[in-house]
């Protein structure tokens, strides 16, 4: 079973708007990370926020994480079409480090 | 600016021929990767290396083996292609300290189409 999951499945937004995507995990963390892979690419690291940090951000982006609730989100503000993209979170930690993603969701960014 | 290179980009062959796919990182970094992706973006990871040496081989066919001559490089062999291996085959280097401790870094991926 998935360690991670991303929600919603898809997103369509328009250029300026801000949006959402929240991760649900089931293992314990040392980090919560965020990807972003753009067609043709592969995932690119976007955030990485310790098990003892409630927020961080980067530049448009703001990822929150609750350990209790074992969640995450990250927001991007001001979206822009090459934000077009599907988007991973992915509990860290462990032995051997294996790193599992989420099924992904595809955020669709439209001028 | 890209750091783990993959080749080819692209290839397509037939079932029950052998194909080999290149990774070699130039981040100076000990552990590779090689994660599978299907059509529908769900990663999964198949081997790792750790200079040179396995350290994590998940369920996968015997068909698929890889391969490793020194720590920035790390190749992927298929012997006897099924169609079930049409994927993108995406090779990931992970680093020792600070942040690129837990963060990896992939290539741009391999994509293999199995006719």
């Known amino acids: 079973s998935q360690l991670a999951e991303e929600n919603p499945w898809a997103l369509s937004v328009h250029e300026g708007e801000s949006v959402t995507v929240n991760c649900s995990y089931k293992?314990?963390?040392?980090?919560l990370q965020w990807y972003r892979q753009k067609s043709g690419e592969g995932p690119a690291q976007l955030i990485l926020?310790?098990?003892?940090?409630r927020e961080k951000r980067n530049g448009r982006l703001r990822a929150t994480l609750d350990t209790s609730s074992q969640s995450s989100s990250l927001s991007i503000t001001a979206t822009r079409c090459e934000d077009t993209a599907v988007y991973f979170c992915?509990?860290?930690?462990?032995?051997?480090?294996?790193?599992?993603f989420g099924k992904g969701t595809l955020l669709t960014v439209t001028p | 600016e890209t750091a783990v290179f993959q080749t080819p980009n692209y290839h397509v062959t037939q079932v029950g021929n052998e194909v080999s796919f290149n990774c070699k990182q130039t981040?100076?970094?000990?552990?590779m990767y090689w994660y599978k992706q299907d059509s529908k973006k769900l990663l999964k990871i198949m081997f790792s290396?750790?200079?040179?040496?396995?350290?994590v081989n998940e369920t996968v066919p015997r068909r698929f083996s890889p391969q490793s001559s020194d720590k920035a490089h790390l190749n992927l062999r298929i012997k006897s292609v099924e169609p079930e291996d049409s994927a993108v085959y995406l090779c990931?280097?992970?680093?020792?300290?600070?942040?690129?401790?837990?963060?990896?870094?992939f290539g741009s991926g391999t994509r293999l189409t199995v006719l």
């Open positions: 926020i310790r098990s003892n940090e």
């Open positions: 981040l100076g970094h000990d552990t």
């Open positions: 293992t314990s963390i040392t980090a």
């Open positions: 990931a280097s992970r680093g020792l300290g600070g942040r690129d401790a837990e963060t990896l870094y």
């Open positions: 992915a509990p860290s930690g462990g032995s051997n480090y294996k790193l599992t």
């Open positions: 290396y750790n200079n040179k040496q396995l350290i």
